[in-house]
């Protein structure tokens, strides 16, 4: 089983930055994609970005140009660099981790989550 630990939230500004950070530990060979996905109240949970195992990446449209990840295959840790925050990117943000041999329907490995406060 892998285990996802999340750390950096917090509150900020709006047009401030913040860098979140995932852990994987456990179960982790064969780990592919790692991404991140908010859920804010009274909202479905969304991708926010994923890096591969080989450094390919996805953002949501609506964080293109501000948010970055990228991942340290060393220490098995992801990070998510958002800057130009925004109210609206206010969410708890996940962390997500799948096998190169994951079904497509297959959800995954979550972390507890983060909380990310941007105030106007």
């Known amino acids: 089983q892998v285990r996802l630990v999340e750390s950096g939230g917090g509150l900020v500004q709006a047009g401030g930055s913040l860098r979140l950070s995932c852990l994987a530990s456990?179960?982790?060979?064969?780990?592919?994609?790692m991404g991140w996905y908010r859920q804010a109240p009274g909202k479905q949970r969304e991708l926010v970005a994923a890096?591969?195992?080989?450094?390919?990446?996805n953002y949501a449209d609506s964080v293109k140009d501000r948010f970055t990840i990228n991942r340290d295959n060393a220490k098995n840790t992801v990070y998510l660099q958002m800057d130009s925050l925004k109210p609206e990117d206010t969410a708890v943000y996940y962390c997500?981790?799948?096998?190169?041999?994951?079904?497509?329907?297959?959800?995954?490995?979550w972390g507890q989550g983060t909380q990310v406060t941007v105030s106007s």
């Open positions: 890096i591969t195992s080989d450094g390919s990446t």
């Open positions: 456990g179960s982790i060979f064969g780990i592919n994609v």
């Open positions: 997500n981790a799948k096998k190169f041999w994951s079904a497509p329907n297959d959800p995954g490995s």
